[in-house]
Nanobody, 129 residues
């Protein structure tokens, strides 16, 4: 099972990036998915998550209004559009899936990092000031 993230890079403050995650080996179309990040010396944190139906999302307070999570279940793909990037957004970004998530159409995605039991290899995002 692979969750392959891509799209990271070195940008300047105020720039935008789009991260993509493609899953291989199994489908997560019936499960919540999300993005986490880990900066040097810090713990990994959840940045944004989305229910399997795309009906519900959750964002870390510091990225609300700047980041948008979306998914395409037909393509086994997850995306994170990041706008107005700031130096504090510098981190390795990981895509994740939660096979423990509630499968009901209106169920919100889990918003605790421990609920995400599949993680990809990460893509580096560096924002210079």
């Amino acid at each position: 099972v692979q969750l392959q993230a891509s799209g990271g890079g070195l940008v300047q403050a105020g720039d935008s990036l789009r991260l993509s995650c493609i899953t291989r080996g199994r489908t997560f179309s019936s499960y919540a998915m999300g993005w986490g990040r880990q900066a040097p010396g810090k713990e990994r944190e959840l940045v944004a998550v989305i229910s399997w139906s795309s009906n519900s999302t959750y964002y870390l307070d510091s990225v609300k209004g700047r980041f948008t999570i979306s998914r395409n279940n037909a393509r086994n793909a997850l995306y994170l559009d990041m706008n107005s990037l700031q130096p504090e957004d510098t981190a390795v970004y990981y895509c994740a899936a939660s096979t423990r998530s509630d499968g009901r159409y209106t169920a919100p995605p889990p918003n605790t990092i421990g609920e995400y039991n599949y993680w990809g290899q990460g893509t580096q995002v560096t924002v210079s000031s």
